[in-house]
């Protein structure tokens, strides 16, 4: 499985980025897939995911509102758009899939490489 987030940048608060992470090797369109997030200093943690057909989303709590997921099983793609950001979404963005949907990241077993992101204020 591998997996390719990119999309991140150096942006200003207020602003807005849409990430994508492509899937290959892996049966995309049967798996769950999500966006996690890991600040210098922190732990990893859960952004928002979606189901493998796109009808449940769930989000973390901060996130809620600015952020979307959705899918594109056709090409194997998983998004992020993310809205309004704020300095502290500052952060490298990791997406992962697997058949779990939820924020225990121990759970998954493949990873991406990530994409920073960075928001000024």
């Known amino acids: 499985v591998q997996l390719q987030a990119c999309g991140g940048g150096l942006v200003q608060a207020g602003a807005y980025l849409r990430l994508s992470c492509a899937a290959s090797g892996h049966a995309f369109s049967s798996s769950a897939g999500s966006w996690f997030r890991q600040a210098p200093g922190k732990e990893r943690e859960f952004v928002g995911g979606?189901?493998?057909?796109?009808?449940?989303?769930y989000y973390e709590d901060t996130v809620k509102g600015r952020f979307t997921v959705d899918r594109d099983n056709a090409k194997g793609a998983l998004y992020l758009q993310m809205n309004s950001l704020k300095p502290e979404d500052t952060a490298v963005y990791y997406c992962t899939v697997g058949p779990y949907l939820g924020s225990e990241s121990s759970r998954y077993e493949h990873w991406g490489r990530g994409t920073q992101v960075t928001v000024s204020s």
């Open positions: 979606i189901s493998w057909n796109g009808g449940l989303t």
